[in-house]
């Protein structure tokens, strides 16, 4: 009863940021495992062809596709080519998104073009997929799953980070209407925020310090990818038929402890002395 609940068998499922060799990589994996056949974007060939490719060799069903989904022209190429693949169209798991180290700064410092660009990266391509997604469902009546990526720092505070914070708060907000909207087209919408993870991109500003995660984290560590994508593909499959509009936060705890701020209001996890002070002025 169980595999047949995680069966995707003859589903479609488009995964966004699925090349990074991060959650969206992982959550392509599994997916395949489980049935699927994957539309996995990315806006790196190389990335592809690196971490994508690889999987494809193993026998998954996996459609590499190359495109920019900030813009209408890059989720018409996603859309095109979850349409074309066999098997029905099912799912979307938003993964991309994110923010480079340069987007640290006090709140002050933030100018129209920084905000604008994380909103695009984090809220904007949720939105827009989901709803191109949602609208060729209806067209077919078929039903379906989607889930987008939040983040911890969405649901509490942000310090220095503000954009990305607002964005992903956004989302959260986002997820509860488009439940709604979309719940009688059986079509539902979650979304999960992943607390501090191990992933290629993250080892830019946190480093690796042992004792620090103990005290931080009520599980005393940071999460591994397939960590934070196992909770995605539960949402996604029957096995969360009747959940939606819903935010799970997927942390380890830290929200429980809540510790991880100086008292400058500086992340402790911030491993560069230099970068923290460039951020807070």
Do not use: C
């Amino acid at each position: 009863m169980v595999q047949q609940l995680l069966n995707f068998e003859g589903r479609i499922v488009v995964v966004t940021g699925a090349a990074g060799g991060g959650i969206g990589t992982s959550l392509t994996r599994l997916l395949g495992q489980a049935g699927a056949t994957v539309i996995a974007i990315s806006r790196s060939d190389e990335k592809l062809e690196k971490n994508i490719a690889p999987l494809i060799k193993i026998g998954l069903s996996i459609v590499p596709v190359k495109a920019d989904i900030s813009n209408d022209d890059g989720i018409a190429t996603a859309m095109k080519a979850a349409i074309g693949a066999t098997g029905k169209l099912y799912g979307l798991a938003n993964i991309a998104g994110g923010a480079a180290a340069s987007t640290w700064m006090r709140a002050e410092r933030v100018t129209r073009e920084d905000w604008r660009l994380l909103f695009n990266q984090n809220l904007e391509t949720m939105f827009f997929m989901s709803t191109a997604l949602a609208k060729e469902l209806k067209a077919q009546r078929l039903p379906g799953s989607i889930v987008g990526v939040s983040s911890i720092s969405g649901l509490n505070t942000a310090p220095y980070h503000v954009a990305y914070g607002t964005a992903k708060a956004a989302l959260v907000g986002l997820t509860r209407t488009l439940g709604v909207e979309f719940a009688l087209d059986n079509i539902r919408v979650n979304t999960v925020a992943p607390g501090l993870t191990i992933t290629p991109g993250s080892g830019a500003y946190i480093d690796d310090d042992i004792e620090r995660d103990r005290a931080a984290l009520a599980m005393g560590r940071r999460a591994d990818v397939e960590e934070q994508a196992k909770p995605i593909l539960f949402l996604l499959s029957d096995m969360s038929s009747y959940i939606t509009g819903q935010t799970l936060l997927v942390d380890g705890g830290l929200n429980l402890k809540w510790s991880h701020l100086a008292a400058d209001n500086t992340s402790l996890f911030l491993k560069d002395q230099n970068f923290r002070e460039a951020i807070k002025h």
